[in-house]
């Protein structure tokens, strides 16, 4: 009867043992019947919204459980607004995800009022592009060229946000070159510089060239709109024949700072992140969705028909670059800050 319980018992366990190696009684993936939200720190229609639509499409195939994903615009105080939801008020649960301008992170280097987030504290997932970075005016404007531009008078109404590339390359431009610039800042979003800037309120304005074309399609096309200056190291291959900013800079340290202030950030600009404190298990799977989503044929057709252009950056090189912000020099932090936030 002993020997009879014994073998009873073996052969339970080793069915338990079976049961629960089997895939089939896994435990259900986390995200199987959940949704994942992404605050989206800008108003619908400019790049930072087209990116995350197109990126929905196609991101939840990746993710084991397959999520459904649901878009939320937060726009206010050049993206501000979002990005101190996500560190303050969103639950690291894995389930929200922010996207916002980097540029933010810099500014809390300099100390920026209005910062209530440690960039270094949140889980950053990576960013679908490295930024190409130009300026375009309408053709009604006059300035159809940096000749027409450092000529012009009275000086060139740019359009802003409020904080964000499109103040910050205005600032810097103005700060380090001879062309004639009037800031107008308050904008919610590129969709609102364009139409203002359409309207004649403004003459143009300076963002990302991928977002510019994107956005922007008819009005390039036709010349209606037209880029006459771009801020990268080297020209965009359909850029090739527009001026880069350096060629302006007044002075090498000048050129130093479109670097630092500009150019470089660009790199860092359009990043996805998660709350501080989100389970590492959920943050590698995010980070390895996007970048499986980065390679997917499906989802790179899709961005090219919405002209869109793909150069990922990884969470692993996102985060390196937002922690190498804080080693900056003081001597180069202050000068950045007299020119991006001008007191």
């Known amino acids: 009867m002993v020997h009879k319980n014994i073998v009873t018992l073996i052969v339970t366990v080793i069915a338990i043992v079976q049961h629960l190696a089997n895939p089939t009684f896994a435990q259900e993936p986390f995200y199987k019947g959940k949704t994942i939200r992404i605050v989206v720190a800008t108003s619908a229609g400019g790049g930072f919204y087209t990116y995350t639509r197109t990126?929905?499409?196609?991101?939840?195939?990746?993710?084991?459980?397959?999520?459904?994903?649901?878009?939320e615009n937060m726009p206010g105080a050049g993206h501000l607004i979002g990005a101190n939801h996500m560190y303050k008020v969103a639950k690291p649960d894995g389930l929200t995800l922010g996207h916002f301008q980097g540029g933010l992170f810099l500014y809390q280097v300099f100390g920026r009022p209005g910062i209530e987030f440690d960039a270094k504290q949140f889980e950053v997932i990576g960013s679908p592009i490295k930024e190409s970075r130009a300026c375009a005016f309408t053709k009604a404007s006059g300035i159809t060229?940096?000749?027409?531009w450092l000529a012009a008078k009275p000086p060139v109404r740019i359009g802003g946000i409020g904080g964000g590339a499109p103040d910050d390359i205005a600032r810097m431009l103005a700060a380090t070159t001879a062309l004639p610039i009037q800031l107008v800042a308050g904008y919610k979003g590129t969709s609102e510089i364009r139409m203002a800037a359409e309207s004649g309120e403004l003459a143009g304005g300076c963002w990302t060239w991928d977002s510019i074309r994107?956005?922007?399609?008819?009005?390039?096309?036709?010349?209606?709109?037209?880029?006459?200056l771009q801020l990268v190291s080297k020209p965009h291959p359909e850029l090739a024949n527009v001026p880069l900013a350096q060629s302006l800079a007044k002075s090498d340290e000048a050129r130093q700072l479109i670097q630092a202030g500009v150019q470089d950030p660009a790199d860092y600009y359009r990043p996805y992140v998660l709350p501080q404190r989100t389970p590492k298990d959920r943050v590698e799977i995010l980070r390895k969705a996007l970048q499986d989503t980065m390679k997917d044929p499906e989802f790179l057709a899709d961005a090219a028909k919405s002209r869109l252009d793909i150069d990922p950056v990884t969470g692993t090189e996102l985060e390196n670059l937002v922690r190498g912000l804080f080693k900056l020099s003081p001597s180069m932090i202050n000068k950045l800050k007299t020119i991006l936030l001008p007191s």
Do not use: M, Y
């Open 214 to 228: 994107a956005t922007w399609t008819k009005a390039i096309q036709s010349g209606d709109a037209v880029v006459v």
């Open 145 to 148: 060229s940096v000749e027409k």
């Open 55 to 71: 990126l929905t499409r196609h991101l939840g195939k990746f993710i084991p459980g397959n999520p459904a994903f649901v878009v």
